[in-house]
C-alpha cells in the first residue's frame, strides 16, 4: 500500500525510509492500545491518513528548519523527517503524554532530526525561527495565524492542512496576509484534503 501510494504520488523513497515509516506506524498501533493517540487503527487506512496524508505537503515545505505545531502522535512531523534526513524538524506539543510518545519515537527510529518539545504555541519562543511550519487539523485559519504571527512575520510560511476550508475561516484572516489554497490528492482517502499555505504580505 504504502509503495503504491508512493508511486502514485511520485514520490521516490529508498526501502529503509519506507521501513522506518512503517516501523513508525507499527509503534504508533502499539501505543495506541493504551494511550489512545489517533482514532485510526486499521493498517491500510493508517498508511493513507497518517503517512501518505503527510507526505502529501511534502512539495510545499521550505527550508531547513521546520516547526510541526500541535504534532499529537507526530503527523506529520515524523513523517516528514524520516522523508527529509537534512532538515531539522521542531515538534510542538502542549500534551505530555504524545510528546513522551513522539521522544520514543526518537529513540527507537534513530531520528536524529526531529526535536520534540512540550509547550504551548502562545508561549514559545524559537531562535532561530522556522521557515515552514506544519500544523494539521489543529485549528481554525484565523487563530492559526495568530498563534503563529510571530513566525510569519520573520519570513516563514504556514502549511495548514485541512479537510474543508470554508468562507467564514477564509473571512477571519487579517488583510495583512496571504491564503493559496492547494487541493491535495492523497490515494486511498476519497475525502476532501486541502492545504492552505499562508504567508505575510
Excluded at 18 to 27: G, I, N, T
Excluded at 70 to 84: S, W
Excluded at 125 to 142: F, I, S
Excluded at 156 to 164: D, H, S, T, V, W
Aim: aromatic share 4%; hydrophobic share 45%; charged share 25%.
Amino acid at each position: 500500500m504504502l509503495s503504491e501510494g508512493l508511486k502514485v504520488m511520485g514520490l521516490a523513497m529508498s526501502d529503509a525510509r519506507r521501513e522506518q515509516m512503517l516501523d513508525y506506524l507499527a509503534l504508533l498501533a502499539r501505543w495506541n492500545r493504551a494511550y489512545n493517540l489517533t482514532a485510526v487503527d486499521q493498517p491500510d487506512q493508517m498508511v493513507a491518513r497518517h503517512l501518505l496524508d503527510s507526505l502529501s505537503i511534502l512539495p510545499w515545505v521550505v527550508g531547513e528548519r521546520i516547526m510541526d505545531s500541535g504534532t499529537g502522535a507526530g503527523l506529520p512531523g515524523v513523517v516528514l523527517a524520516v522523508a527529509c534526513p537534512d532538515r531539522h524538524f521542531i515538534l510542538v506539543d502542549s500534551n505530555g503524554k504524545k510528546i513522551r510518545f513522539v521522544r520514543q519515537v526518537r529513540r527507537a527510529l534513530s531520528l536524529t532530526n526531529i526535536e520534540p518539545m512540550q509547550a504551548r504555541l502562545e508561549e514559545l519562543d524559537l531562535d532561530p525561527p522556522p521557515e515552514t511550519v506544519t500544523a494539521r487539523a489543529l485549528a481554525p485559519l484565523g487563530r492559526l495565524i495568530r498563534w503563529h504571527a510571530p513566525w510569519l512575520e520573520q519570513g516563514a510560511r504556514l502549511l495548514a492542512m485541512k479537510a474543508e476550508l470554508t468562507e467564514n475561516e477564509l473571512d477571519e484572516v487579517p488583510d495583512a496576509y496571504n491564503v493559496e489554497i492547494v487541493e491535495l490528492e492523497v490515494p486511498g482517502i476519497d475525502a476532501r484534503r486541502c492545504l492552505a499555505i499562508v504567508t505575510a504580505k
